[in-house]
């Protein structure tokens, strides 16, 4: 069974940072992509930041040139780098991987239980 764990959100005032960290375990074969997203109070969940097992990357336009996205291999971790966050950013951040698991003939989506981020003086 897959399990993501996600660490690293909280509150910060406008202009500051955050760094999300969200590590998979389980018997998994392949991560195929690791991501971000994000829902904010009264919105639908939108993605944030995806990065493929190739490293090809994708930022929503919100975030480009604020946030990173990076993944270890390694440690089957993904990380969310937040810099410069504004009130906008408040939300509830979800990690997503698309992995196969041990055993499995396919690949499955899975999902993190959320972290809260909010961004307000």
């Known amino acids: 069974q897959v399990q993501l764990v996600e660490s690293g959100g909280g509150l910060v005032q406008p202009g500051g940072s955050l760094k999300l960290s969200c590590a998979a375990s389980?018997?998994?074969?392949?991560?195929?992509?690791m991501g971000w997203h994000r829902q904010g109070p009264g919105k639908q969940r939108e993605l944030v930041a995806g990065i493929t097992n190739e490293g090809r990357l994708n930022y929503a336009d919100s975030v480009k040139g604020r946030f990173t996205i990076a993944r270890d291999n390694a440690k089957n971790t993904v990380y969310l780098q937040m810099n410069s966050l504004k009130p906008e950013d408040t939300a509830v951040y979800y990690c997503n991987i698309r992995a196969r698991p041990t055993g499995w003939g396919g690949s499955g989506d899975y999902w993190g239980q959320g972290t809260q981020v909010t961004v307000s003086s």
């Open positions: 389980g018997a998994i074969d392949v991560i195929n992509s």
